[in-house]
């Protein structure tokens, strides 16, 4: 695969030095406009083809810009941009340090991994009952759920609870989601549950003793490398975030688009998370490097435990999650046809995709702003195209 030595970036951000130093070269010179990504091209051809797809999409008005990446455990292997993160009220153009509302990729990232590490550590049972850490979760068959039927969206929970169970602020809305009835026995059956990851990230708290922020930050983002990676973005963040819909006090810039999770204060463990394609490249080399066992934060047993593919009860069509991603699911369609069995990944209601393949050493990311400006934006369909054109060629 042509890569050309300038614009690879190597797992310990050798690359990404050469990559300033001659972007900056190129700055002095003119011939770089500032802030615009230079490509790291795959072959021409597969180049023009992600342009081709990705361009006829924004004509089409499903998205206003995109970054997509391709990478592999030591390097990025192809990063651009099209178009803008921003067309109201003023245009600026998609760039690579372009920071994102993750949306649900939030799950995976934040959540999940955080459990992983808590169960690494022999503090979180995966098997036991969630109310053996929550003695509140109770009552209507709850106490019965474990960590594992959480991970996998077969609690029982519904998808979302009212939203006005969140305007009274995070305690509140607690006590109303230990509240709630089930819509199925636990393990019976698989619905995409918001609430079951709030309960999530409630867990992580209460066992690690910090918000779920303030883990992840520590022990995921911060021991990965992953600095720009966080709950409720600083200012310096958020003037590079892409906006998404506009509320009546202005856009929704660097602040979480999910209204339960911006009632819960940025924080939750379903949403809220926002990143950039260069911190989710370290977060995809660091989940290939522990599938190999050459991680120093998540060790390859766990690796394996959270990645396994576990069928999932569905009226139609019946799938597959693992502990936290998803696998071959009806919210799969971003996944493309070309991946392996052992690839996981992620998409978020913002217009973001996250696959990992270790069989193929691959990454695949797709970041967008579908919801700016109108909310009207359509993605999944497109980043399942690009991503079996990538998986097609990765191998």
Not at 263 to 281: C, I, M, P, Q, Y
Not at 307 to 323: E, I, K, Q, S, Y
Not at 329 to 345: I, K, M, V
Request: charged fraction near 20%; hydrophobic fraction near 40%; charge should be negative.
């Amino acid at each position: 695969m042509f890569c050309p030595t300038l614009f690879c970036h190597s797992r310990f951000h050798v690359g990404s030095l050469v990559t300033r130093i001659a972007t900056y070269i190129l700055l002095i010179i003119g011939l770089v406009p500032p802030a615009v990504s230079t490509a790291q091209q795959a072959d021409p051809k597969l180049h023009a083809q992600i342009s081709a797809l990705v361009d006829a999409a924004i004509q089409d008005g499903d998205l206003p810009g995109a970054v997509v990446c391709f990478a592999d455990r030591n390097q990025i292997r192809y990063l651009q941009t099209f178009g803008d993160r921003q067309v109201e009220p003023d245009t600026l153009p998609m760039t690579t340090d372009t920071v994102f509302d993750l949306a649900s990729i939030t799950k995976p990232v934040a959540t999940a991994t955080s459990i992983a590490l808590l169960s690494q550590r022999g503090k979180i049972d995966l098997n036991a009952p969630v109310s053996q850490y929550l003695p509140e979760f109770t009552g209507h068959k709850k106490e019965t759920i474990t960590v594992a039927q959480c991970l996998l969206h077969v609690s029982g929970l519904t998808p979302d609870n009212a939203l006005a169970d969140y305007q009274d602020g995070p305690d509140t809305a607690w006590r109303r989601i230990c509240e709630l009835n089930l819509r199925s026995d636990p393990g019976t059956k698989f619905a995409y549950s918001d609430v079951g990851f709030i309960v999530l990230g409630k867990l992580v708290e209460k066992v690690s003793g910090q918000p779920l922020d303030v883990f992840a930050k520590q022990n995921v983002f911060g021991a990965i490398g992953m600095d720009e990676t966080t709950f409720n973005p600083p200012s310096h963040l958020t003037a590079r975030a892409a906006p998404t819909e506009k509320q009546s006090d202005g856009w929704l810039q660097g602040e979480v688009h999910d209204p339960r999770a911006s009632r819960l204060g940025g924080v939750a463990g379903h949403a809220g998370l926002f990143s950039t394609v260069n911190d989710l490249v370290t977060f995809g080399q660091e989940l290939l490097a522990a599938s190999r066992g050459e991680s120093s934060v998540i060790e390859q047993e766990t690796f394996d435990r959270m990645t396994a593919p576990h069928p999932v009860p569905a009226d139609h069509p019946r799938g597959t999650r693992t502990l936290g991603w998803d696998h071959q699911s009806p919210y799969s369609s971003n996944r493309g046809t070309a991946l392996s069995d052992s690839a996981f990944g992620h998409g978020g209601f913002t217009g973001t995709v996250l696959w990992i393949d270790p069989d193929k050493d691959l990454i695949f990311i797709f970041l967008s702003s579908r919801l700016h400006p109108d909310g009207k934006g359509s993605v999944n369909h497109l980043a399942g195209e690009i991503a079996t054109l990538v998986a097609g060629g990765s191998r």
